[in-house]
């Protein structure tokens, strides 16, 4: 048995970061949205975007209009998140904005979406970026 520890240990692993960053969201009923979506479908729609990346992070740049609660701050703060418009959540990359949607989602709020490749893909898009508070 303890030969095969390391495969065992490698296979929990995996299985729980598919959980956490794709399978538990999707169940919840998060959606992804990309770069292209959001410039043809949301960008004129009302929504709220929620960055939830550090404030060094936001600083350096992020969506004008864009709603700052850092994902530490979420469970806190759920309240400042309108419940009568969907929610887009975004980060750096998808990961932290992924953890995020699912909270929200979990809290009752639909829709909820998480932005595909983060402030990487936005700014990547030519979406416009907002420097300092």
Not at 66 to 82: D, V
């Amino acid at each position: 048995m303890h030969e095969y520890g390391p495969q065992i240990f490698l296979a929990i692993v995996v299985g729980w970061i598919l959980w956490t960053r794709m399978l538990a969201p999707k169940l919840a009923g998060v959606h992804g949205i990309s770069a292209e979506d959001y410039m043809t479908r949301w960008r004129n729609e009302p929504h709220t975007l929620v960055d939830v990346r550090s404030e060094g992070e936001w600083q350096n740049g992020h969506a004008p209009g864009a709603l700052h609660i850092p994902l530490q701050e979420l469970s806190r703060r759920m309240r400042e998140i309108p419940d009568n418009k969907p929610v887009i959540c975004i980060c750096a990359s998808g990961n932290r904005s992924s953890m995020a949607s699912y909270a929200i989602a979990k809290a009752g709020r639909k829709p909820v979406y998480n932005f595909s490749g983060g402030m990487g893909a936005w700014s990547g898009a030519g979406l416009p970026v907002k420097q300092g508070a």
